[in-house]
């Protein structure tokens, strides 16, 4: 550090409680990585200056007492040089996190009565993502995402944080101010500027922004301080209009009563102040300890506290007309390639058939569709057509006939058993737990039945809970088609006939990326459950959950009554949402109030099994890999359907594509193999470093594009090109891994697509790929356009 910095550093003052806080947040993560990590990045100084983020274990926000010394998303701090003391100082700090109505006992109704106080400010929730400005010395600026700085290197386009500040230039511009004035007006005041960066030409959400409404909508000063302290809503919007930002719209309320009053009411309008929201976030403060326990709040009096309202719909539906749009520009514009199970709602069913005729008038127009672009441009077309007269009349007549339907059904059906077709980690537990604790719905899970008969002893059970409930969840994966099926038997001779209802998290993600979600889950919830526990160090759970993603069938047609179509990618506030409005449609259950949700939520959370495996099952020996492989989160098949289809594709291409697609010789999964088992002793530093990236308990991801696909008489392989480290990087293990790999190992990084028989070894894909850089003849190869993909570094055993 230069003299001037180092000047400036020692002279200030780190408050004991804000240096105490990061010394037990670093404690911690030495001792528990799961709970706590951190990631250090290069601040833009002149040194650069190091600065470190926090992040603390999502799940475990909910317990009581909390395992962590502050609640604090996004947290920001620098080892600074005190009065010869190394110490930490707070840099950045957000909101502490805060909770749904009902989804912790300090947020039901009831409890915000008795220990908050007024006023009570609603703030729209901003849709977009959030950035924290603050001063990193009293001329700097640092501006970052909830847990990151500066670029996503190799990553396509800006960063969030990049285009954060982009904005934040312009805003400052617009009003005359330099950066230097701000970072100065922060560091006086130590305050965290909290934002919402909302900007659809960068990243589009759920809500569509207007042009006036783009950019950096200010809604909070936090104090950099271990204790959360944020300013008033007018000093926020005195310095949001004095620097540019965008002011978040607000309105005051009295009372609590008034709060649950307005909330509702806009939650049926669906709309405030003339345009579309997502919800509130309600500020207040704690104003004494509660009286009672059952409502334990873990903050202080006179602290500042939030809590959210958040509204479902029309989110839902609104995810449902994307994922359809999708269907139809992979699969054909059939109405047959949409699955029925999406087509439930009456606006649903209109909005398929208006797109179908988009897609067949201008495909053009979707071209950036799948990338995330013009989504939401093509939700307002067809919003703005419903409300003419002819879409008028195609709602009106997919609403009779869902009346219709629904009346038959009832009429046809008695009891339900609602059957879950998933992989372990999905959280079909959690959101059976949920439905039961809101809708007293029996639920028989089938990890709590021990024995070598359990499968009989399953379909048992949930019989014989149809005596005494309407509605019975068979918790179970059942994950093939024999599953469903002995289901089905077991009830054919009931009368009124016993409906099946489907939870259907279906496999429209690539495996390598349902996988990734699906283990994190479980490593995440650690022991809390009967058998599959996660193995942070050999990784066994997620062997497990390959094994099932290979053997799973999709969830056919005609093999349930009903289907609510889930989605892998969603929390678990949006999954239950789902399948409460999917149970409120065709079970006709009432619909829960945003409390009861909370609760259900709070219920899920806390669930522990009644029994779990023995603590000694866990030390079976731990399996080592063959090989290690970066996994693509990419369905390769699909990218070289949609490349051979095309007119400028070479026909031999082509024609073995085709036939390794036919044969079933696609390899599967679609990984890079960095280092195998027959390499060793001679690869062994570099099998040690794939070892300790794989064994991290969050590892990186990494990023890579594909270039070429190549083919011979007998083999076809993808060129991998460009690897880097993206998002996240604890400890930067990920760049140094990438640094330290060999420029000949870099050179022949592929995929092998697949042999043409099982007699030719795959490992011929590797000379293939070497022998096409060479540029020697009789190689076939056709470019990829640089298709950017992302992917982790796995343990591979077979």
């Known amino acids: 550090m ?12 780190v408050a004991d409680e804000d240096n105490e806080l990061i010394v037990r947040l670093d404690n911690i993560s030495k001792k528990s990585p799961k709970l706590v990590r951190s990631t250090v990045h290069e601040a833009p100084a002149e040194p650069s200056i190091q600065i470190r983020s926090w992040k603390m274990n999502e799940f475990k926000y909910y317990d009581i007492p ?23 100082r707070i840099v950045a700090r957000g909101y502490d996190k805060f909770f749904n109505i009902g989804e912790v006992p300090w947020t039901t109704w009831a409890s915000l009565e008795s220990h908050t106080k007024p006023p009570y400010v609603m703030t729209l929730k901003s849709n977009g993502c959030i950035i924290f400005i603050a001063a990193l010395t009293p001329s700097k600026l640092v501006v970052t995402s909830k847990h990151s700085l500066g670029s996503n290197k190799s990553a396509a386009g800006e960063s969030h944080a990049e285009v954060g500040e982009r904005w934040l230039r312009k805003h400052l511009a617009a009003v005359g101010k330099t950066e230097d004035e701000l970072a100065k007006t922060l560091w006086d005041k130590n305050w965290t500027a909290v934002a919402e960066l909302c900007d659809d030409s960068f990243e589009e959400h759920v809500l569509p922004i207007s042009n006036e409404n783009t950019g950096l909508h200010l809604h909070g000063l936090n104090e950099c301080t271990k204790q959360f302290k ?17 002011v978040t719209a607000s309105t005051v309320l009295k009372t609590i009563p008034e709060v649950k ?12 102040r003339g345009q579309a929201l997502e919800g509130f976030v309600v500020r207040t403060h704690v104003s004494e300890p509660p009286t009672k326990a059952s409502s ?23 995810r449902d007309w994307r994922e359809v749009t999708k269907t139809l520009l992979s699969k054909g514009t059939g109405l047959s390639n949409v699955p029925k199970s999406k087509l ?23 071209d950036e569709f799948t990338k995330g672009k013009g989504i939401i441009a093509t939700r307002e077309r067809f919003l703005k057509w419903s409300a003419s007269g002819q879409g008028k009349q195609q709602i009106e007549k997919h609403e009779e006939e869902t009346t219709k339907k629904k009346q038959e059904d009832n009429q046809k059906f008695g009891k339900t058993i609602i059957v879950p077709v998933a992989v372990p980690g999905v959280g079909k537990t959690t959101v059976a737990v949920a439905l039961s604790r809101l809708f007293g719905f029996a639920h028989v899970q089938s990890d709590d039945i021990k024995g070598k008969k359990s499968a009989p002893q399953f379909i048992k059970k949930v019989v014989d809970s149809l005596k005494s409930h ?17 289901l089905r038997e077991a009830t054919n001779d009931k009368s009124p006939p016993v409906r099946l209802m489907a939870l259907n998290w279906p496999f429209d993600l690539p495996l390598a990326t349902i996988h990734r979600i699906c283990g994190d889950r479980v490593l995440a919830r650690g022991d809390n459950h009967q058998t599959l526990q996660g193995d942070a160090e050999g990784k066994a759970h997620e062997d497990v959950i390959w094994k099932f993603l290979q053997q799973a069938e999709e969830l056919g047609e005609n093999e349930v009554d009903f289907s609510v179509e889930m989605d892998v990618e969603e929390p678990l506030e949006d999954a239950l949402a789902r399948a409460v409005d999917g149970c409120v449609r065709i079970l006709g259950v009432k619909k829960p109030s945003a409390e009861q949700m909370g609760q259900a939520l709070a219920a899920a959370r806390g669930y522990t099994p009644q029994t779990k495996a023995n603590p000694g099952d866990k030390k079976s020996k731990v399996t080592q890999p063959r090989y290690f492989a970066l996994l693509p989160e990419i369905s390769i098949e699909d990218v070289l359907k949609k490349r051979f289809g095309e007119s400028d594709a070479v026909e031999s291409g082509k024609e073995l594509f085709q036939l390794l697609s036919k044969n079933n010789r696609v390899t599967d999964p679609s990984h890079i193999t960095v280092v195998h088992e027959k390499g060793l002793p001679g690869d062994q530093e570099l099998w040690d470093r794939c070892r300790s990236i794989f064994t991290l308990a969050v590892p990186p991801h990494f990023t890579f594009k594909l270039g070429h696909v190549v083919w011979n008489d007998r083999v076809m392989a993808v060129a991998v090109t460009d690897l880097s480290v993206c998002e996240e990087d ?28 099982k007699d030719i070894a795959p490992v011929e894909a590797k000379t293939l790929v070497e022998d096409w850089k060479e540029g020697k003849q009789g190689i076939g190869s056709c470019p990829l356009q640089d298709l950017q993909v992302k992917g982790r570094i796995k343990g591979l055993f077979k």
Do not use: C
């Open 470 to 486: 309407d509605v019975v969840i068979a918790d179970k994966n059942n994950h093939l088609t024999q599953h469903r099926q002995a």
């Open 2 to 13: 230069n003299a001037s910095l180092a000047d400036i550093f020692s002279n200030i003052s």
């Open 66 to 88: 909390s395992p962590f010394p502050t609640l604090a998303r996004g947290l920001f701090t620098q080892e600074v040089r005190v009065g010869g003391q190394n110490k930490y």
């Open 261 to 272: 009053e307005f909330t509702e009411q806009i939650g049926k309008a669906g709309h405030w």
């Open 296 to 318: 334990l709040s873990p903050y202080a009096p006179g602290s500042s506290f939030f809590f959210k309202v958040k509204f479902d719909e029309p989110y839902m539906m609104y």
């Open 730 to 757: 604890p400890e930067r293990k990920g760049a140094e891994f990438v640094v330290s790999l060999p420029q000949k190992l870099k050179d022949r990084l592929h995929i092998t697509v697949g042999t043409k028989n």
């Open 230 to 246: 944020t300013m008033l809503p007018d000093v926020v919007d005195a310095f949001a209009k004095n620097w540019g930002f965008i």
């Open 344 to 366: 439930k709602r009456p606006e649903t069913r209109a909005y398929v058939d208006w797109v179908i005729d988009e897609i067949k008038r201008d495909r053009k127009q979707f």
